[in-house]
Each structure stands twice: as C-alpha cells, then as structure tokens.
C-alpha cells in the first residue's frame, strides 16, 4: 500500500471541490442537453451481463461502465486509456502490443485472450493468437465510442470462450451523435498526429447511417530501453507508427449492417552483428484486419422477440525482419499470422410467463483459415502450423423475479469444440434490493478457454501435447447503495479458483497446464457529485493470487486505486479534469517493479456548441515506470509527461 500513498495525497490535493458562483447568461437548449447530471448514476443502462438492456443495479453482475462523456472530459486517446480508467484493469504496451490484465492475472505470452472483447455485441477476438486487439490497429476510434462496458467475473454461461475474467463490449454511437459531418484532429509532444472525419444522417424514411476515417502517425519515437552510445538517433528513425481505419454502420427497420477496416504499420530497429555492413535494419510489423457483419431484430408478438446475426471476419499480421547472409547479400525473414473466420449468433427471448425474462440462444464459430508461416521470403517455408476448429454454443438463461426485492438469474450453457471439447459452464445470481436505493448481489459462475494456434505453435517443434482448457470458478458477492441524489458507494468480495491455466513453464519452455490457482480480492468505489457540476469517483482493488504452494504470481499487483475528479470553471462550457492512476509493484520471473502513480489532467473548452478544443498533460509528473509485458526481456520505460491538444468541429444540423 506504500506505493498508493503519492495517488492518495494527490487525490487530497486536486479532487477537493471547489463552489464556483458565476453570473451567466440563460442556455440554449443544446447547452442543457450537454450540462452534466448532478444525480449518481446508480440505474445506468447495460447490455453485457444478460445480452439485453437493464439497469445496472437489477444486472446479475457488477458492471462498470465508461460513458462518451467520460472520454471526452478525461481525454482518453484510445482503448488503453479507457480500460486502464476501469477497476481491477492495468494495461501495459511494448510498443506493438497493449496487454491488458484482470483482477491480478497478467500471464506472459498472454495476448489478451482470457478477456472476451465486443463490438456492439459482436465478438472480435482474432482466431490464431485469440487476442483482443486494442493499440492502433483496433476498429474503433474513441471519438466514436458511445459507452464501453465492462463485466467482470466468468462469463462462458452465456459467451462461451475467452469470456474467462470479463466481458468488455465497446458500443459505438448512433447518428443521433454522429449527425452532419464531424472532423477532429489532434497532436501531442510525442510527435503523433491523428486525424478522423465521420459524416452521418437519419432520413424521413426510417433509415440511418455513418461512415467514419481516421488516420494518424506518429515518427522518431523514443527508445523504452537504454541503448549504447551513439545508437540514439539511428534507433530512433527506425522507431515508427502510421495507419488508418474505416468504420461504417447502416440500419433501416430491424436490419443493421456493420462493416470495419483497420491498417497500421509499426516501424523497429533490429540490430544486426558487428560484422554486417550496416549496424541497423528497419523491422516492420503489419496488421490487416476487417469486418463485416448483419444483425437482424424482429418482435414475434405475444411477448416473443428474435434476435439473429453473421459475421464475416479476418486477421493478418505479419512480422518481417530483414538480414544480411553471410556473402552479404540481404534477405527478409517474414513471420505471418492468418486468420479467417464466420460467426452465426441467434438468440430467442420471451417475457410470456410472468415474472420471467427466459433466453435461448445457438452460437457457431467455423475458423476456415488459421495458419502460421514462417520463412525466408522466396524460399521454403521453415515452418508452417495449420488449425482446423469449429465451435458450436448452445444457452438459455432464466431472469425470475421472486418478488419485489428478490430475483434470481439462472444460466447454462454447453460447448463443444474441435479442440477443446465439450465444456459446460452455469451461472447463478440473485438480487435483493429490500432497502431503498441498494441492492445486494451474489453471484457465482465458471469459464473456459481452450489452447489457440499460438500456443500449438509454441509446443509442436517439442513434440509437447496440447495443454487441455483453462477452467475458473468464482463465488462473489456484492453491495452498492446510493446514500443520496448525489453520493453512492459499492463493494464487493470475490473468491476464485483456477485450474489447469495455461502458462509457459519456466523449466521446459513450453505451454503446459499448471496446477491449482487461488485468488482472494476486494473491490471498493464511491462516486460523489456536487450540484455545481463537480464529479469526483474513487475505485480501490485489492487481490491476493496465489499458486498451489502459496506463491503469489507473477505480474500481479495487490493493489489498484483508481481517481477521477471533474471540476467546472466556466458551466460546462469549460471544464478542468483529473484522473489519479496508482499500481502497487509487481514481481517478474526475473525483477521486481517499483509501484507508480501518474496524473492526469484535461481542460476541456467547448467554444458552443459545435467546437471543442482540449488541452492534456499525461503523466504531470514524469513518473519514471517500467513493465516487462513479456515476463523474461529488459524492463521497458512506460509513457513520460506527453502533451497534446485536440481540436473537433461540428458541420451542419
């Protein structure tokens, strides 16, 4: 806890609310709908935990959630930065890759896969590494992101693999945001610059749609690590990041249709040996990735209602890494990575017997391409790895209401895999909300996940066997109570117990299935909001994992607190906000991290009601912090103090 003092004094120092009387002129209709609820959010919509909208105090699961508003006020640049705002997430980067960890379980060689990630509801974890993708190659720019919701705890009753720790669903705007044609573009002292242009329109008819464009790049970048003298500037030419995305959405009547394409390029020095004519090559990294989904939603009458979708998807990295043979002629190694797969998901739902919300659904995933190659360009492959699965889901799911103040939530849901098995996983919560503005949850449910591509990747040149699914079961329960309009408080204690995770063994180097895991935690939040537009919300995490013999894990912090305080200056006109991040320290296979707090700090200038203009300094205080995401390499220096300003202009109605 002595690493979280410096985020708790700094919290005193910047989170005190301060009563700002101003004389100000009447304000438009548009600047009432922008002005800031002075209530708690305590009945906030969600769509994750059940698959259907209800409030967030009758869902079977505690939910956190990240609304647009929150994005804009803190100037969050991406999905980094909304996830690492969230309890019980820290989020880390290599300069290729953003690894996210859950409720103290951050394995190396972990690419995100025991987090289940969504898209309006549609599942976006690629097929070869099961990753969730979320640096500069993921679909969504954060200026289109209405709200992101995040579920912790087992969710494969009711999303089957990958739902191990949490659901996270992204939920993108509709054109009652995105109306007219919107453009931003911003840039920061670490020499990015992003731009995006969306234009949207609702017709008479009943139709609407958006597309949007973003671009950025960002070059020179600065080494996470120390380099020999006289390397800087070299290493630093080679160090580079550009891409685009293209998001688009149509609806009329029940039938939307999404579609999505993300490129980026990420530019790495290799270095070569000393003999070679040339000291530095340039390494590239290149992700191709695109989408297409159709989702169809029809009432059936008598209280039934339908609900069907498809998508169709696919994932393209490639690593190429240039050399010299020994006649010194060059040559390219590349390492490629392609996925190609389908989704059918079809749910029915009824309200028809009282006091019952009942579920059924049937998902299917068909993985048509899934290989690894790997090999001097022009020449035979050196190596080649090849996946054949198919996944098929069935689930039903049982909202009871009891009573006034008790409900209960019953799922179950069996699937069956080419690779995994079969595998059966329930869930069970119930609701009591017998005082006034509270409730109390408890809840209990598993998940699975099964070996991907990668990790048969890594065990076959060993002749090692395939480790057998992942498994977790979690028993949690949970309080939250708002004591008025404008306070609310929660907590919640949660047990869990792993079995057979799938982790590298440091002996052998290989994938292999490890032995019973234990994890004690505790989360606490409050959320204070003044009627002069103040909003100030605290979250602290604590957990204990262990294995078998009662060794805590690796890169696993005991601690996370989490600040977020908003303070008007001008209405809501101009706004000043903070955000405190602290992380107690962490051990590696090979070092211990020190535990860090940053700060940060967004004025946000909304120059009426169709400019916005935002200034950020991350990290105020150049905290000095390293991670070591892939458990055995150097520890690399995180982000320093970054400055950046955005500008966002509205055209039209």
Known sequence: MRALKPGLLLAAACCAPVALAQQQAPASLEELLRQTPTDVTRDVEESTSSRFAQSASQAPSVTYVVTDADIARHGMRNMADVLRSMPGLYVTGDGNFVYVGARGLGRPGDYNSRLLFLIDGMRINENIYDAGLLGSEFFVDVDLIDRVEYAPGPGSALYGNNA????????????????GVQMRASVDSNRLREVRASVGHRWEQGGEGWLALSAFKQSDIDAQYPLPPGFDAPFTEHNWDRGQRLLGMGRYGGLTLRAGLSHREQGAPGFLPPEAPVPIVQNRNVFNNRFLSAEYQRDLGNDWSLYGAVSSKRSDYLQAFPFIHRDLTPFEFDKRSLGRWYNVDLRVSTQRWRDHELMAGFEYQYDRTQQIIAGPVGE????????????????????????DTHRVTLGLRRDSTVVGGINTNPRFAWIWSGVPDASLKLMYGSAYREANLFEYQVNAPWEAPLPTPERVRTLELAWDHAL????????????????????????SGVFENTGLIRSLGAEFGLERRWTGGQQWQAALSLQRTTDALGKRLNNS??????????????????????????????VTATT?????TLLNSTLLWRRGADVNIALSLYNVGNARYYDQPDGVGPPLRQEGRVLRLSLSRQFGP
């Open 592 to 596: 211990t991290l020190p535990g860090y």
């Open 484 to 507: 008025s309009r404008n306070v609310q408080y929660r907590a919640s204690v949660y047990a869990s117990r792993l079995r057979d995770l799938i982790s590298v063994g440091q002996e």
């Open 380 to 403: 035979e492959a050196d190596a080649e790895f090849y996946g054949d699965n198919r996944r098929r889901g069935l689930f039903v799911q049982d909202s009871w209401r009891l009573s």
């Open 164 to 179: 191990f720790f949490g659901v996270v669903n992204i939920i993108t705007k509709g054109t009652d945001k995105l109306h």
């Open 557 to 586: 912090p005991r601690a996370l607190l989490k600040m977020l305080y908003s303070q008007p200056l001008q209405g809501d006109q101009l706004r000043l906000s903070w955000q405190v991040l602290s992380e107690s320290r962490r």
